[in-house]
């Protein structure tokens, strides 16, 4: 494991220890890959994933940036929370710099109904 990615994780564990998901309110948990992005829902107390969403679900249109795609993705995972009955979540960046992709979905997230 590289420097970087022991680094992120010692941050997430951090992040983590002051951070609980539950099932009114779960924690929306962001995963990014140098390719793809991945967005769940998670119910801490239970241990169990909600519902997920990531950027293999979408048709992108080629050509199309990163950033864009993990828009449309904070947008599909509202949109499944939001027919589960669900506004409120916990935003969790997963020890990432709250920049670029990340950001992007976090905006995507709020256009599609979600409060955090």
């Known amino acids: ?57 979408i048709k992108a249109k080629k050509g199309e940036k990163k950033s864009e795609v993990s828009k449309q993705v904070g947008k599909l995972i509202a949109k499944k929370a939001v027919e589960a009955k669900i506004g409120k979540v916990i935003f969790d960046r997963g020890g990432t710099i709250y920049h670029g992709r990340i950001k992007a979905l976090a905006d995507g997230a709020r256009e599609g109904g979600l409060v955090f």
């Open 1 to 57: 494991m590289s420097v970087k990615t022991e680094k992120r994780i010692r941050r997430h564990k951090k992040i983590r220890m002051n951070m609980h998901g539950t099932k009114d309110r779960p924690r929306l948990f962001v995963f990014r890959s140098n390719q793809h992005i991945y967005a769940q829902l998670v119910d801490d107390d239970k241990a169990k994933i909600l519902m997920s969403a990531s950027d293999k679900e």
